[in-house]
């Protein structure tokens, strides 16, 4: 949670023309010249390192680069500035700009096996690049006034009070057609195979994603309708892969790449805030709270946000601001904590029923009930906590659908009173998770292995398709995996 949005901006008056695709060699109308993808890349490369962060490890940043490189040079455009970067995010996903701008996260780097895997993501992107996917789609939205978009595989989105729609890992496929997908799979495997990296590398990668998203409700709802889901992916990019089998394309450095990835943050950074089981810290806002058990919470830039599984009960904690003075007939004067949520409710789209004035662990709080509408969950009842601490406010809220709500209530109103400042001793403790190995002994589990060589960071399934394997599969002695301990 940092309080700011991940905004793409571009402003562009150009008009149609026809290009060459460097891929297919064939004639199509685009708005795009080289030059404008060029600067446009340019543009919103300053923006993601800005918005996302780069991750702070430059060995690993070289790595990657180099391999990302290796490929380009064996693409269809090999002269472009090329630029492959690590972003600071915990996301699983990769996305390119126009004009060779290429990041994966450092939560993607996690869930690959090898090297080879790594080159299959890093060709995909370049596909997108090379077919010129971006300029295809600025075409294709222009005309509808939808503007530029970003490939990516997928990241998380959440907008709390108002769209359920796309909580927790959420997809945001951006207008990037199904064939464009199919296409930059191809187009990996042709640039991994022609650099010497295992073609299977392309598939594997994707039966990963394939896992991710059949993990639970959290994961990718078949990719929306304009995306071809993991496994079909899978079964479409494994021929392909086939073809380009050969004995100058056999490179996967397994243990190479894992070397390289040891130590590497997992999960959130402490500097947006951290989730430990069903609590959040944020060392440097120095604040906690602890939802319900069982319930699977997901941080980002703009809140975090709890869900129960299977259900639609949500609880979402916010960052509101200084809100609490506002400018009257004499200069600024203080202004009641009931007004200011009350109002800031009101603008969210919900009315009050009632409320109260309360002390929540030594801060002033307004702890109010309220009814309002929510895109997915329809008629809901909320209630919400606004809390401030010094001159900044927060909100705690829990909602449900009406008919619901009086059961979840019992869940809510406990949480909504675990809403604390830190020690500085506490937030100094806080430190991230981050990925190590350990070599698995006789009688060992994904559930033995995630309770306590993990200390229950992460799930057993999770630590199953962080090693490739499927998540029914249990690991055999001896194996080295990768495990998730506190930094």
């Not at 793409?8 to 010249?33: D, E, H, R, Y």
């Not at 078949?222 to 995306?227: A, G, I, R």
């Not at 009814?371 to 705690?396: C, D, F, P, S, W």
Request: charged residues 20%.
């Amino acid at each position: 949670m940092k309080g700011t949005c991940f905004l793409f901006a571009a402003v562009i008056s150009l008009s149609a023309a026809c290009a060459t695709n460097p891929v297919t060699g064939k004639k199509q109308m685009s708005l795009l010249s080289e030059a404008e993808e060029l600067a446009i890349g340019q543009q919103q490369d300053l923006e993601v390192r800005r918005e996302m962060g780069v991750y702070d490890d430059a060995n690993l940043q070289r790595y990657v680069s180099d391999i990302g490189q290796e490929l380009a040079r064996h693409s269809h455009r090999p002269s472009l500035p090329w630029s492959f970067t690590i972003v600071d995010s915990p996301a699983i996903n990769a996305f390119a700009l126009p004009g060779g701008y290429v990041y994966v996260t450092r939560g993607l780097l996690a869930y690959l096996d090898d090297e080879s895997e790594l080159a299959g993501v890093l060709g995909h992107e370049i596909g997108h690049v090379t077919a010129r996917h971006a300029a295809q789609a600025y075409t294709r939205q222009a005309e509808a006034n939808l503007g530029l978009m970003v490939l990516s595989i997928f990241v998380p989105s959440t907008q709390p009070f108002t769209d359920l729609s796309a909580t927790g890992l959420g997809v945001l496929f951006l207008r990037n057609g199904r064939e464009a997908e199919l296409e930059a799979d191809r187009l990996g495997v042709e640039y991994g195979s022609g650099a010497g990296y295992d073609p299977t590398g392309v598939p594997r990668f994707l039966a990963t994603l394939a896992r991710v998203s059949a993990l639970s409700e959290r994961g990718m709802p078949n990719w929306l309708s304009t995306h071809p889901d993991p496994g079909l992916r899978v079964t479409r990019a494994e021929p392909v892969a086939g073809k380009f089998v050969s004995a100058d394309a056999t490179k996967v450095n397994h243990a190479p790449y894992l070397e390289r990835i040891q130590g590497l943050v997992f999960g959130d950074n402490p500097k947006d805030g951290i989730v430990r089981g069903n609590e959040f810290l944020h060392p440097l806002l120095r604040i906690g709270v602890t939802f319900p058990d069982g319930w699977e919470l997901t941080n980002t830039p703009e809140a975090v946000m709890a869900q129960e599984p299977g259900t639609q009960h949500f609880m979402v904690l916010q960052e509101v601001g200084q809100a609490l003075i506002r400018q009257g007939s004499g200069g600024p004067v203080a202004r009641s904590m009931a007004d200011t949520a009350i109002e800031a409710m009101r603008k969210a789209g919900y009315a009050s029923v009632d409320g109260t004035m309360q002390r929540i662990n030594g801060n002033d709080a307004y702890v109010g009930l309220y009814r309002g509408n929510a895109k997915g969950a329809g008629k809901v009842m909320m209630r919400a906590a606004h809390i401030a601490v010094g001159r900044q406010l927060y909100v705690v809220a829990g909602f449900a659908p009406e008919a619901e709500f009086t059961v979840v209530d019992h869940d809510i109103q406990p949480a909504l009173q675990t809403f604390r400042q830190l020690s500085m001793q506490e937030a100094s403790n806080v430190r991230p998770n981050r990925i190590d190995f350990y070599v698995v002994r006789q009688g060992d589990s994904w559930q033995s292995i995630a309770a306590r060589q993990s200390k229950g960071f992460v799930n057993a399934a999770t630590l199953a398709i962080m090693n490739d394997r499927e998540v029914s599969a249990q690991p055999q002695a001896g194996d080295r995996i990768k495990i998730v301990v506190e930094g």
